[in-house]
Each structure stands twice: as structure tokens, then as C-alpha cells.
């Protein structure tokens, strides 16, 4: 059982081929039920420290690794029953059951006990619980004192992480063999409580992957506040929003940040306020330059944007920016350019979609050619090849205004370090979740980019 910072996130179809994969090289159904039912049994046995652990086996294959781990913690000696939602109806699954010895309750009238095993459904659902269901997992999950899902809690879609139905929230999710984009994005990410990761046997690479702490350049004795990396940010009519910005870049680790378009000194008084001129923007010193964090949307500032895109700078366009550009235009523009909308700015840059919040990350960074950070309680980042980061959970308390702006100092500080669009995003996320863990409650965003200091030196 391990942690999941930088395992790989895999949809159903990726997770069925890297199955097939597995037996293709002479690993058989069967057998990979067994790993994966006896890995969860262990963890179950663990967990409940001898308390009686109610099972409930679903149809498919989820419930055939719910037979495996009942008949493994009987076997250990430990009480355990097992309640059904009807016959298993896959091979692998009527093998498993055939190892099961004691009575099936049926779900619906089954007695709860200290700890339940969600077995029902896992990332073959295909259409919402019925209520009946949902009535029996949330009477056996109220009275459990512990609940732990099989691979994902029963009842949200694996790919897009949508609620099928009503599906309770369990405490732990032991997810087989990889991740699955539901246990990180919501709603389904905030049922799953903590969740783990099981080996079993399966060769799980993909071109997506859960954020986790990054590698950033350490300064040496050649180091110097330019080549530390240096950020500038442009002010725009609301003048707190891009000083929060840049305040973060410092703290994240830029050496040298620039703030165009102020001239009133004040703290922090390492940041440089410099005149908004084309001298100042054409500064090839400047590594990352961030437009938008409250730039106002209106003629002028349009033009302000242009002048940005003009440049050849790295780019981190943020906030109002985001409503002044468009895809084609960056797509045309090419360089590295970072965006990093909430799901309003990307609505307004991309257009609506019903798709998964993983597939439209997607499609922007396709379309635009840029790295997209859709960020939101379950922040995916897309780079236009393909590559895609899902952040781990983090503290809700980061919902709170300027969050945003301490958000993009962070990555256009990792992005001046040198860190390619991709790294440097998922670096700025992790910074700023970890930022947010260690300020714990009811921070603000100036506390927050402050913490970025400590959150940057945990990496030394
Ligand atoms: N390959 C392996 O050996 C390994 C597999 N592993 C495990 O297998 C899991 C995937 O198994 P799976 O593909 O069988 O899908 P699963 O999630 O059990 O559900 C499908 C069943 O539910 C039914 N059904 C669907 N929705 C329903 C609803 N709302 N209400 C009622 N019924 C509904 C559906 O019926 P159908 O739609 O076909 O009519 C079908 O019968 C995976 O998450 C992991 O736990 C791991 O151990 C690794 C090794
Ligand atoms: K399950």
C-alpha cells in the first residue's frame, strides 16, 4: 500500500489494455485477482485490528475481489461475512466466489458491521445505482465505523469522476494496480477519502500522473538574482492582484521579480516597481512574465495583452488576460506560454463542454498550444503533447480570494527557474498546496504566499 504522489492515472480503457498487457505476457485473470484481493484483504485485516468486516460483492470482477479478500480474512482468522448484489457473472469472478465457503446475505437485508468493504462496483459501472443500492450502502456505511472502497467507491464513473446515482463516501479507497482519474477529480475525489495505491502486477505507465513533490534547481556559488530566474509581472486596475503575484514569485524562489506599471514604493521592498514601458517589457532578462491577475478587461488593456503576446517571453497568462485572448491567437503566437484558468475563465476561453474535466484540459492545450492549468478543488494541467498532471487533494481553505494570483507566482517563478511549461506548472501547484497545508485554516492569500517560502524549502 503506497502513496500516490506521482503514480500514473489510467482511464478504464488504459486500465482494461494494461491488464490485457499483463496476460499477454502469460499473467492470467485469475491469478491477478488473487494479488489484488489478498493486497486489499491485508490492508483490511490491518486497518480493522480484529473487528468483524462486513463484505459487499458486486457483480463483476469488483466483487470478484471482494470473494478473494472475504476468503483471505477468514482465512487469517478473522470474523468476516459477505453480502451480495446478486450472482458474479464474470469467469474470474464465479472462480472467486468458488473460494468463498460461508453463507451470502443478501444486500439488502444484510446486518452491518464495525468495518465495510465496498466490492459492489468499481470501474465497470455503467449506468447510476439504483436506490435500492444506495439505501443499503448508506445504512452499512452509517453504522460502520470504518468504510474502505475496492478500486473506487461504488457508484461515481471512473473516467470523468461523476456521481452515478447517490454514492456515499467512504474513509478509505484502495485503488488496483493505478490510479483512476475519479479518485482525483470531484465530485467522486471527496468520497474516496484517503486513498492508496495497490500493486498488482500491472505495468501501469501512462501519459498522466498525480502531482508530487517537484525537483527544483538548488542555487550554487555561480548563482545570481538574473539567472535565479527573474519574473515580471504586469499591473493592472486592481493593483493588490498582481503585487500578490509577485510577492508569491519571490517567496517561491525567483530571484529577481519585477512588478511593471507601479511606481509607489512599499513592502515587500525586494520587489522592484519599474514603469510599464516597451523598454521595461523588452527586458531580455526577464525569464516568465505574468499578465492578467487583475488586469481589468477593458480596450486598454487588450492592448496591454497584445504587447505581452508580442514579446518573446515565456508567457503565465492568468485572470482577466484569459477573457482577452484566444486560442487561435496563442496557437499562432507559439513560445511557452502557461494559462491557468478557474472553471469561469476557461469556459470563457474554451467554450462549454460536457466532457470530463481530464478531456477538456485536453483539447484547450491542443487547441491553443499552450500548457493549460484548469484549476479548481481538483486542478488537471494539460501540455500540448499530451502530458497530463492531476493534483492530489488539498486544503479547501485555499477557496479564498488572491488564491489565484499566489497560484500563478508560484509557476511563473518555476518557470523562470528553467523548468519546461509542464514541470514548472506542476511544480507551482504543488507549491501552493503545500503552501496551503502548512498555513492550515482561515489563511489569506498574502499568508499563503508567504508559506511558499517554507513550502520551497521543504524541498531542500
Ligand atoms: N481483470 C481483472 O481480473 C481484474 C479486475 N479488477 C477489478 O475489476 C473491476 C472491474 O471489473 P468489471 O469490469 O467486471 O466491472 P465492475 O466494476 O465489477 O462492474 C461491472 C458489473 O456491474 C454491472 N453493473 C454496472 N453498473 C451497474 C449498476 N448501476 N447497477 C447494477 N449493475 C451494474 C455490470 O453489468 P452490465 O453493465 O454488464 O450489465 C457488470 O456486471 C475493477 O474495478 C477492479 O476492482 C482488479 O482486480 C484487477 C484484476
Ligand atoms: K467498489
Not at 465505523?145 to 467507491?153: F, N
Not at 488496483?176 to 484517503?194: E, F, I, M, R
Not at 488537471?380 to 481553505?397: C, E, K, S
Request: proline residues 6%.
Amino acid at each position: 500500500m503506497r502513496k500516490i504522489a506521482g503514480a500514473a492515472v489510467l482511464t478504464a480503457v488504459e486500465m482494461r489494455a494494461a491488464e490485457a498487457g499483463a496476460f499477454d505476457r502469460g499473467d492470467d485473470a485469475v491469478a491477478m485477482m488473487q494479488r489484488a484481493g489478498h493486497a486489499c484483504a491485508a490492508a483490511v485485516g490491518r486497518l480493522s485490528a480484529g473487528a468483524e468486516v462486513l463484505v459487499l460483492c458486486g457483480p463483476g470482477n469488483n466483487g470478484g475481489d471482494g470473494y478473494v479478500i472475504a476468503a483471505s480474512l477468514a482465512a487469517a482468522g478473522q470474523p468476516v461475512r459477505v453480502a451480495a448484489l446478486g450472482a458474479p457473472n464474470t469467469d474470474t469472478a464465479v472462480q472467486a466466489r468458488t473460494g468463498w465457503h460461508r453463507p451470502v446475505e443478501a444486500l439488502g437485508e444484510a446486518f452491518p458491521a464495525p468495518v465495510l468493504v465496498d466490492a459492489l462496483f468499481g470501474i465497470g459501472i455503467s449506468c447510476p445505482l439504483d436506490d435500492t443500492v444506495v439505501a443499503a450502502l448508506s445504512r452499512l456505511g452509517e453504522a460502520a465505523r470504518l468504510t474502505i472502497a475496492v478500486d473506487l467507491p461504488s457508484g461515481v464513473d471512473s473516467d470523468s469522476g461523476a456521481r452515478l446515482g447517490c454514492p456515499a463516501p467512504v474513509d478509505l479507497t484502495l485503488a488496483l494496480g493505478a490510479l483512476k482519474p475519479a479518485h482525483l477529480l470531484q465530485p467522486a475525489a471527496a468520497l474516496c477519502g484517503t486513498v492508496r495505491l495497490l500493486d498488482i502486477g500491472v505495468d501501469a505507465s501512462a501519459t498522466a500522473q498525480v502531482i508530487g513533490p517537484p525537483t527544483l534547481p538548488e542555487p550554487g556559488p555561480q548563482s545570481h538574482k538574473f539567472n535565479r530566474g527573474m519574473v515580471a509581472v504586469v499591473r493592472g486596475r486592481m493593483a493588490g492582484a498582481a503585487e500578490l503575484c509577485a510577492t508569491a514569485a519571490m517567496h517561491a524562489g525567483a530571484g529577481y521579480v519585477a512588478l511593471l506599471g507601479a511606481s509607489m514604493p512599499g513592502a515587500p521592498h525586494a520587489l522592484v516597481r519599474r514603469r510599464l514601458d516597451d523598454e521595461a517589457l523588452a527586458d531580455r532578462r526577464i525569464a516568465a512574465l505574468v499578465v492578467g491577475p487583475g488586469l481589468g478587461r477593458d480596450d486598454d488593456m487588450r492592448a496591454l495583452v497584445e504587447r505581452a503576446l508580442a514579446s518573446e517571453h515565456a508567457l503565465v497568462i492568468d485572470g482577466d488576460a484569459l477573457h482577452l485572448v484566444t486560442p487561435e491567437q496563442l496557437r499562432t503566437r507559439g513560445g511557452q506560454i502557461i494559462l491557468t484558468p478557474h472553471a469561469g475563465e476557461f469556459e470563457a476561453l474554451f467554450g462549454r463542454s460536457d466532457g470530463s474535466k481530464l478531456d477538456r484540459a485536453r483539447a484547450a492545450a491542443n487547441a491553443s498550444g499552450a500548457t493549460v492549468v484548469f484549476k479548481g478543488p481538483d486542478t488537471v494541467i494539460a501540455a500540448p503533447d499530451g502530458r497530463t498532471r492531476l493534483a492530489p487533494a488539498a486544503n479547501n481553505w485555499l477557496s479564498t480570494a488572491g488564491s489565484g494570483d499566489v497560484l500563478a507566482g508560484a509557476i511563473a517563478s518555476c518557470l523562470a527557474a528553467g523548468l519546461d511549461p509542464l514541470a514548472a506548472a506542476a511544480a507551482g501547484v504543488w507549491l501552493h498546496g503545500e503552501a496551503a497545508r502548512r498555513c492550515g485554516a482561515a489563511f489569506i492569500a498574502d499568508d499563503l504566499a508567504r508559506a511558499l517560502t517554507q513550502a520551497r524549502a521543504a524541498l531542500t
